[in-house]
């Protein structure tokens, strides 16, 4: 840290819950004198932990409009249900401060547009918390790509398969749900845990065009294992004004665990990216190789702050908007389709039961190597598509 700089303030909304992740981020930071906590604010009781407790002199609120207004942080990190992001950034930026918004950033391309000319009205910036994106090993796929080393890029795709027992759609009244009070939460797998494995593909195609892609349509399949309102398992196919397509096959219905693969095929060789675990191989790796040195999004937002032109964002709001494309072509998604019966093994009990549809790893590889949706290849659950045509739906400005 440049002496001359002092350390920016820093408060966090949505302090429980995944808060508690940006807490363990912000201790050693605060520590160190590389910023300074000076407020958390959570609806319920802010709980002190052991890799992140509550700091002498920090303010704890429950409103977090007192809070801007009391303390005045020159950067928000918030971690909030979705659906409360625009309104509660809007508060943020107005009261002078950048931003560190969890993903998904916000729900439509509507709501992009409000925050960027909000953004801009304020001279203020906003990181997404996208972290993959800071990934050295995504930067090593990307210059491999440019370098040549697949050749020209037939196809991308993802393959991530997890377990979330009903735990996980008991954790919140918004969670599994599709809106709340008449706003978009959209809390599918796609738009929030494995929202990740989807924007690293969209890294990928940005690295092949340039610019961030210009999504045209989607086509969807989307299931369910329990009565919510969103999918928990998706085929997911994007088309691009340049470029191959993107094919998405997730699920958090899985006995098996996929960490989360984005393979890129190109007419010369194949790379393998694990977004979650950086590793990486390579056309000529005989195996997959961790490559260390991946960025912090907040120690990244804390550098360009002092210094702008030389520390670009690593996930600026501007970014996103493809993704955010997507939700917006989701929008309008019937109900996913609830696989039960023979179909699906339940396991455990209680908070832990979880169901696992059958076969569903073996379903989503084969997706993802032809580069189709389940009921192109003839799965016997799989349903009928959902197509949206997404022209003219990607913003012409960018933050």
């Known amino acids: 840290m440049n002496g ?7 408060a966090v909304i949505g302090a429980n ?16 004198g590389r910023l300074r906590l000076v407020a958390l ?40 249900p979705p659906h409360t992001h625009l309104p509660i950034a809007r508060d943020a930026v107005a009261a002078g401060a950048d931003l560190l918004l969890e993903k998904p950033p916000v729900l439509s391309l509507a709501e992009h547009d409000e925050l960027t000319d909000a953004l801009t009205a304020a001279g203020r910036v906003a990181q997404v918390g996208f972290q993959a994106l800071g990934s050295a090993a995504l930067t090593a796929l990307t210059d491999a790509l440019t370098a040549g080393r697949l050749g020209a890029v037939t196809a991308i795709s993802t393959v991530a398969a997890w377990q979330r027992p009903d735990a996980y759609y008991a954790r919140a009244s918004w969670a599994g749900r599709r809106s709340v009070d008449g706003r978009p939460v959209l809390d599918g797998a796609l738009a929030n845990p494995l929202a990740h494995a989807v924007m690293q593909c969209l890294a990928v195609a940005e690295a092949l ?23 928990d398992t998706a085929v997911l196919r994007v088309r691009f004004r340049a470029g191959p397509p993107v094919l998405a096959a997730v699920t958090l ?96 009990d209680g908070h832990e039961r979880a169901r696992h549809v059958r076969g569903v790893v073996e379903v989503l590889r084969r997706c993802a190597d032809q580069g189709s949706l389940p009921s192109e290849l003839g799965v016997p659950w799989a349903v009928p598509a959902y197509r949206a045509d997404l022209t003219g739906r990607t913003p012409d400005h960018h933050q």
């Open 4 to 10: 001359s700089v002092p350390p920016a303030t820093v």
């Open 17 to 32: 819950g995944h808060g508690h992740w940006h807490r363990r981020v912000i201790a050693p930071l605060h520590a160190d």
């Open 41 to 80: 604010v959570d609806v319920g009781p802010v709980r002190d932990e052991r890799e992140a407790p509550v700091p002498p002199g920090v303010g704890v609120f429950t409103d977090h409009r007192a809070m801007l207004a009391a303390t005045r942080p020159e950067v928000v990190v918030i971690c909030t």
């Open 209 to 231: 065009g340039g610019a961030p892609p210009s999504p045209v349509a989607i086509e969807v399949e989307r299931y369910r294992v329990r009565p919510i309102e969103v999918e």
């Open 253 to 348: 219905a899985s006995a098996r665990f996929v960490a989360g693969e984005v393979t890129v095929t190109g007419t010369t060789g194949q790379a393998v990216l694990e977004y979650p675990t950086d590793r990486l191989r390579l056309p000529g790796d005989a195996a997959p190789r961790h490559v260390p040195g991946r960025q912090g999004l907040l120690e990244n937002l804390l550098a360009h702050r002092i210094d702008p032109p030389a520390v670009p964002l690593i996930a600026p709001l501007a970014r996103t908007a493809p993704f955010t494309a997507l939700l917006d072509g989701l929008r309008s998604a019937p109900e996913p389709r609830l696989l039960d019966g023979d179909l699906v093994d339940v396991v455990g």
